[in-house]
Each structure stands twice: as structure tokens, then as C-alpha cells.
């Protein structure tokens, strides 16, 4: 129950910090960067790189600041890991 409740704490400190600041992470599947997510002024945005396969470069849904929420879902929808990480801006 801690490590649930550290878990939780520790994704909303990241949240509001990101929300704050601008923010880069790329988006990568196996060893291939495919796009970045972009937070500037509290604005989310997707940018995809060309060759970025279709089932990510059409996703058209929310994007609002959970990070591992929206990797979660990438990864459904490519039927494969996708892995987003945080770059220094």
C-alpha cells in the first residue's frame, strides 16, 4: 500500500512540475525514435518523424501530461512496447 501510495506522489509531483515548465520526451519503439511529445506554456503536443508508423501517427486523442498513462496506451495501440523519455530542455 506505501509503494501505491509513493507511486501516486511521485506521478503528480511530476504532473504539476511538468505543467509548469517546458517539457520534452522523446517517443521510441525498440531502438527507433518515432516522435517527441512537447509541453510548452501548459500546452501537450505530439510531433511524429517521418516513417512513424500509422497506428501512433494517427492518434488524435488527449494528450494531457501523464506521461506513462500516454505510453500505456501507445503501446496498445501499436500491439509494442512504446517507451517515452524525459530530455532535458
Request: hydrophobic share 50%.
Amino acid at each position: 500500500m506505501l509503494a501505491l501510495a509513493n507511486h501516486l506522489a511521485s506521478r503528480a509531483a511530476r504532473l504539476l512540475a511538468a505543467s509548469q515548465e517546458p517539457a520534452l520526451w522523446s517517443i521510441s519503439t525498440g531502438h527507433l525514435v518515432v516522435g517527441t511529445l512537447i509541453c510548452e506554456a501548459g500546452r501537450w503536443r505530439l510531433a511524429w518523424f517521418a516513417g512513424a508508423d500509422p497506428r501512433l501517427a494517427n492518434y488524435a486523442g488527449p494528450v494531457d501530461g501523464d506521461v506513462e498513462a500516454l505510453g500505456e496506451l501507445l503501446s496498445a495501440r501499436l500491439g509494442a512496447p512504446v517507451e517515452l523519455h524525459s530530455l532535458s530542455v
